[in-house]
């Protein structure tokens, strides 16, 4: 029916429409998920990251604040301490204030063992180094000797700085190193102006931007590294300008008086220190690279630089062992503020060294471990999406199978209740009216009886489908043999075959005395549904026959009904079991019906434990349809 294909294509629109929304909103939450699983993973990568570059500046921070707090004249050989009594040769009492004593860092090698040397650059350029001192103070200190490998670094490095470090513009290069940050002390910024603007990098000038959101992090690590170290410094200091005269005259025999300190100017001498910057000197000896760590030091209007010289081959162990949890492949290499990848490395980038934590790659890589992370969610929520589709899809398919059969059946009932109804109607007003003759009444009474009889049988048909559907339906078996089966069987046979002029054949393959437990009634009325279709299609042949067989095998009890009728068509070979459902030459024919035999007769076949099949659209013999009653021949229910 046109209504019915329109519903369908209706619900299979409807059906699609649903299927677009929950596939389109999945694969959205997919990509979404997956995506924001993919940041994620490279937003805890990252963190890895900043918490071991956090960890290797925390270790680095003691180091460097430790040697920020030193005092100025830790770095000279000579420095301006007043011992409490001083003896010469001769035991001959000298007079203190005219007696300098010798560093401390020329009495204590340093406790870190990737530092080679301490040094002092003064305003003119001359270079010292309380390691080295003059030839009147062996290495020999108060019993103490310097570690051999100690020494040996000390020298070479030494010889070293003495051709590089004067060479290097020490001022430019502080400043370069402090230029990328955002917000400089007023106090670094005074030491940081030279007459001459001091060129910054590209790198420098990109990083100014504030709106870079990678780039802020790293600023703010290094202005609270900046700003923390400003804690330790040592505070400035007024020294006597005498015993600072004398001081730098002694030193050593090359360095000379310091600008700023007159002989006879009989005033105090300022001295002012600032943070320590990190930054390569490039290869020194052995190919080892060094790293200069300086600060500059005001001597009144000159400025001094004090530091001490780094081998990056010995630091760069000790760093990667402050890491709490080892990252694979991880390794440090140097950066440059100039370096066109500054950028790109702050994240991973020290805050007090210049250099950068370069970490591999998340294993298997970030969408693998992305996929990995949400995997187990996006498969349960897929399966509860098709889920919501097949039962949508069930749904909609019951539901159209159910209007579809509403309306099948109004149209069966419909249809058959029309022609009892007309013909109640037509010769009751004749038979009221007393315009049927009195040879005709019996005729027309026996019409009537008969017309009952089938709208009895209508409604009984549908009430009964009904009860099957709302499973009311009571079962009582009992055991009968085969013989009797088949001779009932065979009874309403003959009838409907001598009513319709059909020849009626029967057959019992089962052996005598076989036994069949089941409800005889139930099978009655499945076999009364098979005959009375093989009759309505069999009476348009020339020879007309309905065949009635009775066998078993395996425990099994068959029932095949078979006729000479046309057989059953191809595209009605499942549809005829459906209910309100008759085969597509059935309203040509005119055999009545509304198509609930077989969907009831189907129905009570389940209930006795078997099952109704089509066994053959055309039988072997017959040419007409074969149908097959098969039950259990002791009953299960």
Not at 42 to 49: G, K, L, M, S
Not at 402 to 416: D, P, S
Not at 545 to 570: F, I, K, Q, Y
Request: include cysteine; glycine fraction near 8%.
């Amino acid at each position: 029916m046109r209504s019915s294909r329109r519903g369908k294509l209706a619900a299979v629109i409807v059906f699609l429409l649903i299927a677009i929304v929950v596939i389109g909103g999945m694969g959205w939450a997919t990509v979404s998920s997956f995506e924001l699983a993919k940041k994620t993973v490279t937003e805890d990568h990252n963190r890895e990251i900043s918490q071991a570059v956090l960890d290797m500046s925390s270790y680095m921070s003691g180091i460097i604040y430790a040697e920020t707090s030193r005092k100025y004249s830790d770095y000279w050989a000579r420095h301006d301490r007043k011992p409490l009594a001083a003896y010469g040769i001769d035991n001959m009492e000298l007079d203190v204030r005219r007696v300098v004593l010798p560093s401390p860092l020329a009495e204590t090698w340093p406790t870190n063992p990737w530092i080679d040397l301490y040094f002092l650059l003064d305003a003119k350029g001359v270079l010292s180094s309380p390691h080295l001192p003059e030839d009147d103070l062996p290495w020999q200190l108060d019993g103490r000797n310097p570690p051999l490998e100690a020494e040996r670094r000390a020298r070479q490095t030494w010889e070293w700085i003495r051709r590089v470090l004067p060479r290097v513009n020490l001022h430019e290069r502080i400043a370069l190193a402090c230029a990328m940050e955002q917000d400089e002390s007023p106090q670094m910024s005074a030491s940081m102006s030279p007459p001459d603007a001091v060129p910054v990098s590209p790198a420098a000038e990109r990083s100014d931007d504030s709106s870079s959101p990678r780039v802020a992090p790293y600023h703010q690590r290094q202005e609270s590294y900046r700003k923390t170290q400003q804690i330790y410094l040592p505070q400035p200091a007024c020294i006597d300008a005498e015993i600072a005269q004398r001081t730098a005259d002694r030193t050593s025999t090359s360095i000379g008086r310091m600008d700023g300190a007159t002989e006879s100017d009989g005033g105090n001498v300022e001295i002012k220190a600032f943070p320590i910057t990190a930054f390569w000197l490039g290869e020194g000896p052995n190919g080892h690279q060094k790293l200069a760590f300086v600060r500059e030091v005001h001597w009144d209007a000159a400025v001094h630089y004090q530091g001490f010289i780094g081998d990056w081959s010995r630091l760069k162990p000790d760093l990667l062992r402050q890491i709490q949890h080892p990252l694979p492949g991880a390794d440090l290499q140097p950066v440059d503020d100039d370096d066109e990848a500054f950028v790109e490395s702050v994240v991973a980038r020290m805050a007090n060294l210049p250099v950068r934590l370069v970490v591999a790659d998340v294993p298997g890589g970030v969408s693998s471990a992305a996929w990995s992370e949400v995997r187990g969610t996006l498969i349960i929520t897929w399966m509860a999406a098709a889920a919501v589709l097949v039962v949508a899809g069930v749904g909609l398919r019951n539901l159209v199978a159910l209007t579809e059969r509403r309306m099948q059946f109004a149209y069966a009932v419909t249809h058959e209740l029309r022609t009892p109804l007309t013909t109640f109607r037509l010769y009751s007003d004749m038979l009221s009216a007393g315009l049927v003759p009195d040879e005709s009444k019996q005729e027309y009474v026996d019409t009537l009886n008969r017309e009952s009889q089938r709208l009895s049988s209508l409604v009984e048909g549908v009430l009964e489908y009904a009860r099957l559907e709302n499973q009311r339906v009571r079962l009582t078996p009992e055991e009968v043999d085969a013989h009797t089966l088949l001779h009932g069987i065979a009874e309403h046979l003959q009838q409907q075959c001598d009513a319709q002029g059909v020849v009626a054949k029967s057959q019992n393959t089962l052996s005598n005395g076989q036994r069949v437990q089941t409800d005889v009634d139930v099978v009655n009325r499945i076999a009364g549904v098979l005959i009375n279709n093989a009759c309505r299609h069999a009476r348009a042949k020339d020879d007309p026959t309905v065949l009635v067989r009775l066998g078993g095998e395996n425990g099994m009890v068959h029932l095949d009904v078979a006729d000479s009728g046309p057989g059953v068509e191809r595209g009605d070979s499942r549809s005829i079991f459906k209910p309100f459902r008759r085969g597509r030459g059935a309203d040509k024919a005119a055999h009545g019906g509304i198509g609930l035999g077989l969907a009831l007769a189907r129905n009570w076949a389940t209930l006795l434990g078997g099952h109704l099949d089509l066994a053959s659209r055309h039988h072997v013999e017959l040419g007409g349809a074969h149908f097959r009653l098969t039950i259990p021949a002791k009953s299960t229910m």
